[in-house]
């Protein structure tokens, strides 16, 4: 299985700044995705990253608001623009081996917005 | 639009026992099924992976079954321990899609 890493862990910010979100992979993968799990919820899907291309973003998901580049094929970052307090969530991003389509998850970054 | 559900959202029992979680989908075109665990403030542990075509899947002292044209899995915990305290997340991805569409979840406590 992959291991992944996320920076920060956490953060405390302040309305209208911005977050960048990392996620390093220890195994070169072809597609990444970033997940948001907000307070009580269940996870949704944000963003497909492939290395290359535009990410492809779900119904609800802007890319002005959550921009995501994938420079290589081991890392990816997530920056959530303008944030509201309504942006306070886990985010968790995640990759899936080629092999069975398991997908495997960071440990997810807590943000919240004051 | 498929959908998750799983039952109950919280579940608490005494050290040892055994347990069934579970899960039902809406729509059976699935292409497979995977259970997690994730623990308060952290991300998702991988548990069991079911492709469609599998019924069940087991490690150690969990077993994950498939029922796909009934739309259901069930998670069996046996001799439950303080330790799988957690909240079980059931997704499955359907053809053609890597996205993983999940439950909300069941809370478990393993009381001592």
């Known amino acids: 299985s992959a291991v992944i890493s996320q920076k920060p862990s956490r953060d405390i910010c302040q309305r209208g700044t911005s977050l960048t979100i990392q996620c390093q992979v220890d195994s070169q993968v072809t597609m990444m995705f970033w997940y948001r799990q907000q307070p009580g919820q269940s996870l949704t899907l944000i963003a497909t990253?492939?290395?290359?291309?535009?990410?492809?973003?779900e119904s609800g998901f802007v890319i002005d608001k959550f921009p995501i580049s994938r420079p290589n094929l081991t890392f990816s970052t997530l920056t959530v623009s303008n944030m509201s307090p309504e942006d306070s969530s886990i985010y968790l991003c995640s990759v899936e081996d080629w092999t069975d389509n398991e997908q495997f998850f960071g440990p997810g970054t807590r943000l919240t917005v004051l | 639009k498929q959908e998750v559900t799983q039952i109950p959202a919280a579940l608490s029992v005494p050290e040892g026992e055994n347990l069934v979680l579970n899960c039902s989908f809406t729509d059976s075109a699935i292409y497979n099924l995977q259970w997690f665990r994730q623990d308060p403030g952290k991300g998702l542990t991988s548990l069991l992976l079911i492709q469609s075509s599998q019924r069940e899947q087991t490690s150690g002292r969990l077993n994950a079954s498939l029922d796909k044209s009934s739309g259901r899995s069930t998670l069996y915990i046996a001799a439950s321990q303080p330790g799988d305290s957690a909240t079980y997340l059931c997704a499955v991805t359907q053809g053609g899609s890597e996205k993983l569409v999940f439950g909300k979840g069941t809370k478990l406590t393993v009381n001592p």
């Open positions: 990253a492939n290395q290359g291309s535009e990410a492809t973003y």
